[in-house]
């Protein structure tokens, strides 16, 4: 097959067809039945489009013959599939009806694979099949699950949205405010997974970081006058402006302190920064923007000392106050300890000591550890870094904490 | 709960109160007596125990049929049942159309029979396992047709969103409300003279190895 026409058909797959699955899934009002028609779309395409040529519109294209597909009472039996693409490869060109796509199609499958009935990782995993168009073997690479638990988790959640009839629409808009949170929750999830791999030798895994930011811009043109959503753009741009800079040659992790500044992404900044005061103006302040506050603060700062941390402590404590957050009321300390000094943050981070979420991550006393660090303790830091290293998945950042320990002269 | 107590009363009034909000989106429910008046059956091994199903902590204590169009209306209605701040709620989709339950004959008390097992195939709507159970199910029914005055089967476990409270806000999980070994995949209203009557009806409910858990249907309107 030519080069050109492949690369359209893979650019159909994750770009056209979520926007086809997303209309499809209007008309079918079976978000199951609209995936399988649209994924045999695709296979018609593989077959139909390196003889006609890559259709002028190639969205509309596979609305179409998809909807022809579901239309024709189709069944997943290979030698139907052979038919169909005979019966399309012999059709004479004709002007081909088009489905309007609808902008809201998009909106309401958002809220559809973000459903609070749906579990986060199912919800993740039909966020990045059904709106990022991933297929499953890179949806588990990127969840670092095996292919057949991301398998039965679509196939488990297609069967609970047709059976539970989780609806396919925008929620009425007394119900936005408890929905919408899970929305960004998820498209952040989507960033995540990006920016900081649980395991893995990567530090970033550009593909999601592009589709997280994807999927905010998407949410923002769909819902412009949402602080949060403009909150969570302004965040994962403003992360994802660092991305260069997050690891060096070898892959392993640079921390912020070290990160060269020079090579931050100043488009990604600015468009950060554009989305961040358009929330701010709009006067409701939430979450996701004090995140993107403490990041903006970050990406302003021309060196790690000139940082205002003042303003980033301030932004912790807003949070906090909403939250209630051990995960934020740590972020606040290791704040703290930059702006008043290590001495003034350790009774901050002992205190979080006894919380029950906090004990099982390496993030507490990995602060510890620094802060003990600073203060000239070595003894108690390097018991810090131990507790942290036990406690951290294997990876960058449990590389960076050894190597930390290995400076003090530990064994 | 004790009949007859003003904390009763007190709970009476806040279900007749909901009763009102959901008005005609209640096809059917019942209010259950007391977990040490039940009795665990399991036909497989002719056992007969005294008490709830006890595999998870929490015990049923009653249940709603909501008319929905979709489960965000469910879940509505749901997160609004009267149940206090530790209850908890599963909300699961039926299969089939819900026939309302008849009413008992005089002289009858009327029982709820709870099937709980392994999830199979059989659990499958459509699946031909499934098609075989709804068989012996009919079976069953025109054997004893007298003492059936209802039931459903109900779609897997899976198909499940668990509804709690926490701070006052209604908290959704995707599941049933306990991972359990064994789950339940339908129920039935059983009419019987006593207690006796009823164990001896529920025994024979095609179950395959798992288990009936029979409790009493309190009647509120006496």
Known sequence: ?411 | MTPGTPEFDAELERFARFDEFAADAVAGGEALGLPAEGVVIRPSTGSVTDGPFTESAEILGGYYVFEADDLDRALELTAAIPVGDDGVCEVRPLVGEWTPTADAPAGQQRFLALLHGVPTEADVPHSPAWDAAVDEHGRFEASYGRHVLGGAALHPAETATTVRRRDGAPQLTDGPFAETAEVVGGFYVLAARDRDEAIRVASAIPMGDGAIELRPIVDLEA
């Open chain 1, 1 to 411: 097959m030519a080069s050109d026409v492949r690369a359209a058909i893979a650019h159909a797959a994750r770009h056209e067809a979520p926007r086809a699955l997303a209309t499809l899934t209007r008309v079918l009002g079976d978000v199951g039945a609209a995936e399988d028609a649209v994924q045999d779309a695709l296979a018609i395409a593989l077959r139909v489009w390196p003889e006609r040529g890559v259709p002028d519109e190639p969205a509309a294209w596979l609305t179409t013959t998809a909807r022809n597909r579901a239309r024709d009472g189709w069944r997943r039996e290979s030698r139907r599939l052979d038919k169909e693409v005979t019966a399309v490869r012999d059709r004479p060109p004709e002007p081909e009806v088009v489905l309007h796509p609808v902008a809201d199609d998009q909106l309401r499958l958002l809220f559809t694979c973000a459903h609070p009935a749906i579990g986060p990782d199912a919800q993740l995993a039909l966020m990045l099949r059904l709106v990022c168009g991933l297929r499953t073997d890179q949806i588990a690479r990127s969840c670092l699950v095996p292919v057949a638990t991301v398998s039965q988790r679509l196939v488990r959640a297609k069967r609970k949205i047709r059976d539970a009839r989780v609806p396919f629409r925008v929620p009425d808009a007394d119900q936005l405010p408890a929905r919408l949170p899970v929305v960004l929750a998820a498209i952040e999830q989507v960033f995540t997974r990006g920016y900081a791999p649980v395991t893995g030798g990567e530090v970033v895994d550009v593909h999601l970081c592009d589709e997280g930011r994807r999927l905010a811009r998407l949410l923002v043109e769909l819902r412009p006058d949402e602080p949060e959503a403009l909150g969570l753009l302004a965040l994962v741009t403003l992360q994802d402006s660092r991305r260069a800079t997050r690891a060096d040659t070898e892959g392993r992790l640079v921390p912020l302190s070290d990160q060269d500044r020079s090579r931050w992404d100043r488009d990604a900044i600015a468009e950060g920064l554009t989305a961040l005061d358009r929330a701010v103006s709009l006067g409701r302040p939430g979450p996701y923007q004090l995140q993107a506050i403490v990041a903006s603060e970050h990406a302003r700062a021309p060196s790690f000392a000139a940082t205002r941390w003042d303003r980033i402590v301030a932004a912790y404590d807003a949070l906090l106050a909403a939250t209630g957050s051990p995960v934020v009321a740590l972020n606040r300390a290791v704040a703290v300890s930059y702006g008043d000094g290590a001495a003034a943050a350790l009774p901050l981070l002992d205190r979080l000591l006894d919380d029950r979420s906090l004990a099982t991550s390496h993030r507490l006393a990995a602060a510890r550890a620094d802060v003990l660090e600073r203060l000239g303790d070595a003894a108690g830091a390097v018991a810090a870094y131990d507790t942290a290293i036990l406690a951290a998945p294997a990876g960058p950042e449990r590389a960076h904490l050894e190597e930390r320990r290995r400076r003090l002269g530990g064994r």
